[in-house]
């Protein structure tokens, strides 16, 4: 059974920092692609970073470049977002996403990440 599971979200100041992390099983983490997606309310899900398989090719989106930073342990088949320098408008659920075909495309519940003094 494939799980996703999400933790590390919460409450924190504009300025500060959270650690989020994806922890997998059910599937051969090591050779998908890992992806941290985010949802505003009322609007459509985007894409936060990837990381490939063996951690070759790592992105980032516009808005959260130079601040966030994903990383994965394979061994341990966790994947990270450490996010510091937090602004307002980083509130969101954050998700994680498993990707390795069209037929084995994964996704988390999400943690809600709340960025409010």
């Known amino acids: 059974q494939v799980q996703l599971v999400e933790s590390g979200g919460g409450l924190v100041q504009p300025g500060g920092s959270l650690r989020l992390s994806c922890a997998a099983s059910?599937?051969?983490?090591?050779?998908?692609?890992m992806s941290w997606y985010r949802q505003h309310p009322g609007k459509e899900r985007e894409l936060v970073a990837d990381i490939t398989s063996q951690s070759g090719s790592i992105n980032y989106a516009d808005s959260v470049k130079g601040r966030f930073t994903i990383s994965r342990d394979n061994a341990k088949n966790i994947l990270y977002l450490q996010m510091d320098s937090l602004k307002p408008e980083d509130t969101a659920l954050y998700c994680c996403r498993a990707r390795y075909s069209w037929d084995r495309d994964y996704w988390g519940q999400g943690t809600q990440v709340t960025v409010s003094s």
């Open positions: 059910g599937f051969l983490f090591d050779i998908y692609t």
